[in-house]
């Protein structure tokens, strides 16, 4: 059974910084593209950044492009997600998610296996 749990939420300041992390066990994690996702209130989930298996390749959003970087430790199956100068706008849960390709197109439908979410809330 699959098994995705994010991690390092919480609440920050605009212009600060997160790093989420996510963890995935139960499949071979190097084979798998992976992705962040969010979904703000009323809102509908959407992509953000997506990975391939190796880390070589990576897609963000334009909303994220130039403040947040993901990457992977294939050795400790743990994607990351370093999340700069963030704004109120980005409140959201974020949730972390695996695809049975190993490049993903960031595309919700690509992504077979999801974590619960971790929740991160900027104030103004």
């Known amino acids: 059974q699959v098994h995705v749990v994010e991690s390092g939420g919480g609440l920050v300041q605009a212009g600060g910084s997160l790093r989420l992390s996510c963890t995935a066990s139960?499949?071979?994690?190097?084979?798998?593209?992976m992705g962040w996702f969010l979904q703000a209130p009323g809102k509908e989930r959407e992509a953000l950044s997506c990975?391939?298996?190796?880390?070589?390749?990576?897609y963000y959003s334009n909303s994220v492009k130039g403040r947040f970087t993901i990457s992977r430790d294939n050795a400790k199956n743990t994607l990351y997600l370093q999340m700069n100068s963030l704004k109120p706008q980005d409140t959201a849960m974020y949730y972390c998610?695996?695809?049975?390709?190993?490049?993903?197109?960031?595309?919700?439908?690509?992504?077979?296996?999801w974590g619960q979410g971790t929740q991160v809330t900027v104030s103004s």
């Open positions: 998610a695996a695809s049975d390709y190993r490049y993903a197109s960031c595309r919700l439908d690509d992504f077979n296996y």
């Open positions: 139960g499949l071979t994690f190097d084979a798998h593209a």
């Open positions: 990975i391939s298996w190796s880390g070589g390749s990576a």
